[in-house]
């Protein structure tokens, strides 16, 4: 029989406790929603000791990982390690050990792990839909009564003209009931441009909403906001602004807000961004309907004459309007952007801009949209073209190396501005758009890390889509969600994300207690009192569903026309024997044109693809 003093006993008591404390205080930051079986892996630990073990259902070890050495993350304050456990790719719900305790148990691993907050992100687009009653066919518990169905609003005096006009449907932009083409103009932009990048993949995929025609789900949803932009032009081609209430309603359903709606200002900055978004949707839309092709085609070389007459028209809120302005000073970007796309779609050399931007897009700064507009249409644009690649890459490599320490994120303090969310789901587009142009995987890798970030490998531990992750937004800053006596939101909302500007603390009833905590990523409150944190835009989601979107493309196959050849599972085409001669050739093979030169075969846009 052995015998412990209490000098033996109490120091071994100690460590032991010390190693359960140890292990019981590491935490496990992780996509929640999961990790596709083929992806990069990884989750954040902190306060972890020693290796992390990953069991599956039945308790068994299946990988041990080393992890990789803390580094200081600015923008939450913490010291963290990055978990790498990519060699796992058995699909399954694994738990997660340190210090042999399991820290949590909710780790998945799955082949089309996105598919499903796709659809529920691109669903979201027909619950905020306006002028239509949403029926429970489609809506289930979140059905609704129509909102804003009479079609005629005034003119307010700020667009120069009076009496009325018939402007009906579009998304409502927010957690408010307001429409405005700035902000559809990004919006509607991505939202395009994911159709367009994959024409087949969504021609098929469908997520349960109206039937619109021939159209395929994604493009019908669309349509619903273009056409609602469509009525916002008017007759000397100039685009209002905003059809909004002149206040922003209280927490009602869209049926209730029964307030006179104003078609609100006129100016440069709406008209370009509507100049680029119906230039681009005469390409996706002419295979389908050449006719209203055409309508969105002629509207946009409107709108551009207009801009290019009224260069410096700046919109602001007028005395008695309190709704969001979407005010923007500089409007060099909207030209920028709507020349790209109308040069693209008509081949006309008068509105080909001679530069592009280095800037993550946004509402505010459409530069980038040019950017991938040029660097994608290396025939098109030539010389421009390369410097807006190189433009793009120079941004794409930063953002890659950000990922390997901290969070393993994009996301940089600087970024956490309001609407971070969409800071973070614009960074991974243009880490695809990098991918697609030199098929480098650490760009892709770099994307897919932005999903890990806004599906819950944060220091919120939460996942900023509703209705989806273990820890999910409950109380977004949106009407509907608060007013119609569901419990749960209505699901696929990317809420906007932590930032410290607090600009919805107060002491009056409706605004927030003090959430800031000195650290910028995790100055956020789930609360529908935080419309600076916790609200919820169009623009925000779009990102994200382009993220999501391409990634389970990619994965199924496909790829931009644009693109370089092999990034997609599906393997090359074999190439032929080149031509002898040294000049350009034409060749037809595996039912495709290419020119051939000296050796090298390229596509039709000028793209090397072998």
Known sequence: ???????????????????????????????????????????????????????????????????????????????????????????????????????????KVANKIYEDVLKASLKWYYYQRASMA???????????????????????????????????????????????????????????????????????????????????????????????????????GGVYHKLTTLGFPGDVMPAQDSDPLYVIGKGTAATFDFAAVMAVAARVYKPFDASYASICLEAAKKAYAWGVQNPNKVFNNPSDVATGSYADGWLEDEKMFSGTELFVSTGDATYKPDSASGKIPSWADVGGLATYGQATHAMEFGGIAQAAKDSLLKVADDFADRTQKGFGVVMASEDFVWGSNAVAGNQGVWLLHAYYLTGEKKYYNAAVKVLDYLLGKNPLDMSFLTGFGTKSAMKPHHRPSTSDKVAAPVPGMIVGGPQPGGEDVGSQSWECKDYRTGAAATSYVDNNCSYATNEVAINWNAPFAYLAGAIEAINAGYAPSFAMSGITSIKPAVARKAHAKQGPQLRFADQMLYVEKNGKRFNLKGHQVK
């Open 1 to 107: 029989m052995l015998n412990f003093g209490l000098k033996q006993y109490v120091p071994m008591t100690l460590a032991l406790l010390s190693l359960s404390t140890a292990a019981f205080s590491a935490t496990a930051y992780i996509n929640q929603v999961g990790y596709r079986t083929g992806d990069v892996k990884e989750f954040a630990l902190t306060d972890g000791n020693g290796n992390v073990e990953i069991a599956d259902a039945s308790g068994q070890t299946v990988l041990t990982v080393t992890p990789k050495e803390a580094s200081y993350w600015e923008a939450s304050g913490q010291s963290v390690q990055l978990v790498d456990f990519s060699e796992l790719k058995t699909p399954g719900t694994y738990s997660i050990k340190v210090g042999g305790q399991v820290v949590r148990s909710d780790l």
């Open 134 to 236: 949403l029926d429970e066919a489609y809506a289930g518990q979140w059905k609704r009564a129509a909102g804003h169905t009479n079609p005629a609003a005034r003119l307010h005096s700020s667009t120069g003209a009076s009496g009325t006009i018939n402007s009906s449907k579009g998304w409502y932009d927010a957690g408010d009931y307001g429409r405005y083409i700035v902000n559809s103009g990004i919006t509607t932009y991505t939202l395009l441009s994911l159709y367009e990048h994959f024409p087949d993949y969504f021609k098929t995929l469908k997520w349960n909403i109206p039937a619109e025609g021939n159209l395929p789900d994604l493009l019908a949803e669309i349509k619903w906001n273009l056409d609602w932009m469509l009525t916002m032009q008017a007759s000397d």
